[in-house]
């Protein structure tokens, strides 16, 4: 199951419902920062907990799962069908390009990210699966636990999303990242 977009399509539903994440939380039992989390893909709702949000929003947990199992063989994104993908939009202003929401199943989700320059006030924060990134242009570094690590065009970084993490850009150019995200497949713990 593609988590990336069962997160778009509740955040998606919130918004059009009108709702805040504090009123999602409230009518769920579950928290607000526990709810953002979901949202921004780092973490995975237990089915117990993707029916609470499914009946906060009022539609069945089938609408929030359909079609996510589709697997076409293949699927073509053009540079101008790529999708932009709000992530931490409260703490970060790096832009998502979503590189395969066209197949909604898939076990990895590529991203190109841009990173302006200057951008360095991000707070590190983890999520579940592994990740790997490589600097297309410019420079970055990746806040990694205690570690900084330095990319320049052509390096790559391979590592487990559970660690705390951040990509900042405290260079003098704006730099553009392919980030690739593999969560496990969806569980119902």
């Known amino acids: 199951m593609n988590l990336v977009e069962l997160a778009q399509r509740i955040r998606q539903l919130r918004l059009d419902r009108r709702m805040t994440l504090e009123q999602v939380a409230s009518k769920t039992g579950l928290t607000r920062s526990w709810l953002s989390k979901v949202e921004n893909f780092r973490v995975t709702p237990s089915l117990s907990a993707l029916g609470e949000i499914a009946v906060a929003l009022g539609v069945p947990v089938s609408q929030l799962v359909e079609g996510l199992d589709a697997k076409p063989q293949m699927v073509v994104i053009r540079k101008n069908e790529r999708l932009l993908v709000e992530r931490d939009g409260d703490r970060s202003n790096?832009?998502?390009?979503?590189?395969?929401?066209?197949?909604?199943?898939?076990?990895?989700?590529?991203?190109?990210?841009?990173?302006?320059?200057?951008?360095?006030?991000?707070?590190?924060?983890?999520?579940?699966?592994e990740?790997?990134?490589?600097?297309?242009?410019?420079?970055?570094?990746?806040?990694?636990?205690?570690?900084?690590?330095?990319?320049?065009?052509?390096?790559?970084?391979?590592?487990?999303?559970?660690?705390?993490?951040?990509?900042?850009?405290?260079?003098?150019?704006a730099a553009q990242v392919l980030c690739v995200f593999y969560a496990r497949q969806f569980s119902g713990d």
């Open 131 to 173: 990740e790997f990134l490589m600097a297309i242009s410019g420079r970055v570094d990746l806040k990694f636990g205690d570690e900084t690590y330095a990319l320049e065009q052509g390096d790559c970084l391979y590592f487990d999303g559970g660690t705390k993490h951040c990509l900042v850009n405290p260079y003098g150019a």
């Open 94 to 129: 790096i832009l998502y390009e979503s590189l395969a929401h066209k197949r909604a199943s898939r076990a990895m989700d590529p991203f190109l990210l841009t990173v302006q320059a200057g951008d360095t006030s991000r707070e590190p924060l983890s999520h579940e699966g």
